[in-house]
Structures are given as structure tokens and as C-alpha cells.
């Protein structure tokens, strides 16, 4: 099979899509915080302002690491399906992993596997 690289590449793309897509959860999971230290839960007097701003932080933390870690799949997909700059394209299937992980450990194999006899090195300039 000489496409390694090109199913790692599609592979490490969806895995950076699903990345991205966390800062939409994250803005989401912000404004239902922002909601509830609003108006405060029916029947209580609501969670404690520090604590929602504290959630706020921590998931608005969570999804932009895991949009830049997307956005590294993605660039990593780019590598692989052009079979340039092996290094780039395996960082970009291990930040794949991190952002979901059952498109990231075929594509990390496969790259792997793609070094020897798909990916070109670039000549260096003398």
C-alpha cells in the first residue's frame, strides 16, 4: 500500500476537526456558566459566583489548548497528504491523538510506517 501517508493525512485532519470543534463546546459550556451565576438554579440560591468563574477559566483553558492541538492536526494532515517534512506531519498525528484519540493512533502507525518509502527530504542548501 503506497497511501500511508495520504489515509494519515485524511486521518490527522478529522482528528484536528474534532479538535477545533472543543472551542465550540467550550464557548458553549462558558455561556451556560455565565447563565447559571446569573439567574441562579430554581429552588436554590444558585452555585457560588467564584466557582463558575473558576469553570469558566478552566474549560475556556481546556478548549483553546485543544483548538491549537487541532489546529497542529491539521497542519500535520497537510504535511503528510503532500509526503513533505515527515517530523511535522508525526506532531501533527500525535497532537491528533490527543484531540481524538480513534483517529490518532491509525494515523501516528501509518505515518510511521510512510517514512522509509514515501516521504521526501528536502535537500539542504549549501
Do not use: D, H
Amino acid at each position: 500500500m503506497e497511501n500511508k501517508s495520504m489515509v494519515a493525512g485524511i486521518l490527522s485532519i478529522i482528528s484536528g476537526v474534532f479538535g477545533v470543534l472543543w472551542l465550540g463546546w467550550a464557548i458553549l459550556m462558558v455561556y451556560m456558566f455565565n447563565t447559571m451565576s446569573q439567574w441562579g438554579m430554581p429552588y436554590s440560591s444558585g452555585p457560588p459566583e467564584a466557582l463558575m468563574v473558576v469553570m469558566t477559566v478552566m474549560y475556556t483553558s481546556i478548549g483553546v489548548f485543544l483548538t491549537l492541538l487541532g489546529v497542529l492536526a491539521i497542519v500535520g494532515g497537510v504535511f503528510s497528504l503532500k509526503k513533505k517534512r515527515w517530523p511535522v506531519a508525526l506532531a501533527g498525528t500525535i497532537a491528533g491523538t490527543i484531540t481524538f484519540f480513534p483517529c490518532g493512533i491509525p494515523a501516528i502507525v501509518l505515518v510511521s510506517m510512510a517514512k522509509q518509502t514515501e516521504f521526501t527530504e528536502p535537500k539542504p542548501s549549501v
